[in-house]
């Protein structure tokens, strides 16, 4: 493998604005699936985590598809429904853009433990930061099985290895958090804007 499993996401990340800096449907999405591959090497840990992710993607996706001129930005997805009073409901393209952006909270907030903290476990870098992103939203339903989960987590050291390929993982780690960060910032902006960054889980 070229690089890290990052490699594909952060060259992603440099498509992801136009040149008026609106944030674009298409290189976001793709930026998300690329980050598909990191989450496969947690194993059975983060069974849940990508199949909601990947589920988000897709409704995303689909919407785009039916429309890319319409849809070229990110946020016209949320608008048009915003306008139809549709924003609310439980399959809506905001409601799959909220979760998709705080899974992504969750990944960013993992991996900068991971950097800071060289001496925790795997399973605690998780619990800490479903803790700080996820845990909050989430009902307990939702909770008790995530915890659950997260004590499938796997061996810090090997993860590092399989997920490092032939790049420096620490650095594209770092770059991971530090350039997807402001996006996902910029996500929850928009969304607070209209109301609808505070949805909880059903």
Avoid at 51 to 64: A, F, H, M, P, V
Avoid at 89 to 106: H, I
Avoid at 138 to 146: D, N
Avoid at 165 to 193: M, Q, R, W, Y
């Amino acid at each position: 493998m070229e690089g890290t499993v990052f490699t594909p996401a952060l060259e992603g990340m440099k498509h992801v604005k136009s040149e008026s800096g609106e944030m674009l449907t298409k290189p976001f999405l793709e930026v998300c699936k690329h980050i598909l591959p990191v989450i496969d090497k947690f194993g059975a840990a983060m069974v849940l985590v990508k199949s909601d992710i990947g589920g988000n993607i897709t409704r995303l996706e689909t919407k785009y598809l039916s429309n890319p001129t319409e849809f070229n930005y990110l946020y016209s997805l949320v608008r048009v429904e915003v306008e139809a009073k549709t924003a609310k409901g439980s399959s809506s393209c905001t409601n799959g853009l909220l979760w998709l952006t705080r899974a992504m909270d969750f990944l960013v907030e993992l991996f900068r433990n991971l950097l800071e903290h060289s001496d925790w476990k795997m399973s605690q870098a998780c619990t800490e930061a479903y803790g700080k992103t996820l845990k909050k939203w989430h009902g307990w339903l939702a909770s008790s099985s995530f915890s659950v989960a997260m004590k499938l987590a796997p061996d810090r050291a090997k993860f590092m290895e399989v997920v490092g390929g032939s790049g420096d993982v620490l650095s594209d780690i770092e770059k991971f958090c530090t350039n997807f960060s402001p996006l996902l910032e910029e996500n929850h902006k928009f969304l607070a804007s209209v109301g609808l960054d505070d949805l909880k889980a059903s």
